[in-house]
Structure formats: C-alpha cells, structure tokens
C-alpha cells in the first residue's frame, strides 16, 4: 500500500492563520450562517463573548487545508471520512489561530488514517480539538 511520508504515524503538520473580519463575513455569506454573534459588532459586544467571534467550523477548514495542502500535495487526494471536534474557547476576530494534525493511525489494509487535530490561539489556548479519519487516494486516480 503506497501511503506518503507525510501520513506516517507520528507525522505532524501545521498552519497557521489569523482569522479576520474578512473571514468571517465571507464564511457567513458562504454558509449562510449570519448569526449576529458572528457579523454584528453592536449585537456580538451584549453576549457573553462580549464581541465578535468567528464561525468554530472556519477551523474545521483550516484542518482541512492542512491535510490537503500541506500534507497530501499535488501528489495525493484526502478524501474526508469523519470528524469530530470539540470547540473548547471562542475565537476572536484577529485571533491568530495555529492548527496541527498529527498522525495516530494507518490502516494496514486500506490508505486509512486516523489523526489528532487541535487549534490553538495566539497565547497558546486551545480553541479546538478532535480527531479527523481521512482516505489517501494516490492521483491521477486508476482504478
């Protein structure tokens, strides 16, 4: 079974983001999720977050991007099997957000694996944590 360097149990991969106003009207518009807590200033300031916060599942994204971008490459395709996060602290508009995913598990029978996920913020508080089970598909695909 061919699975890259990259997805070897114990591999490791990071990005690292500050999540803007930008992003989240964006995300709004994208996902249709305009919940005041997210888009309006007056509003975000008179809840318990006492301003605005990003949508939690930007950062599901942000995994996303690692396992795409930075761990498959041009070479390989990560086709998603499962998720689970658990959001642990809001994030604040400018938060700079650093998420990882580290490599728990590789299925000896099939390009399988299994990785840990966390987000983190600027001072080191974790903002997320989970686990994501992807497929590697070596590209092109064969058959």
Same mark, same amino acid.
């Given at each position: ?28 518009? /994208? ?7 997210? $888009? #309006? !200033?007056?509003?975000?300031?008179? *809840? ?10 930007i950062l599901i ?17 990560? /086709? ?7 959001? $642990? #602290? !809001?994030?604040k508009l400018n938060? *700079? ?47």
């Amino acid at each position: 079974m061919n699975i890259p360097t990259a997805f070897e149990v114990g591999a490791a991969a990071s990005i690292t983001k500050t999540i803007t106003l930008e992003d989240v009207e964006s995300f709004a518009k /994208i996902s249709g999720d305009d919940q005041p807590v997210h $888009i #309006s !200033p007056d509003y975000a300031s008179n *809840t318990r977050f006492g301003g605005q916060i990003a949508h939690g599942t930007i950062l599901i994204g942000l995994i996303s991007a690692i396992l795409g971008n930075v761990m498959a490459g041009n070479d390989y395709t990560v /086709i998603f099997l499962g998720q689970s996060c658990k959001w $642990i #602290s !809001p994030v604040k508009l400018n938060d *700079t957000i650093t998420a990882e995913c580290v490599v728990t598990k590789v299925r000896s029978d099939k390009p399988i694996v299994n990785l840990d996920c966390i987000c983190t913020n600027q001072d080191q508080i974790k903002v997320m944590e989970g686990t994501a089970t992807v497929y590697i598909d070596a590209y092109p695909y064969k058959g």
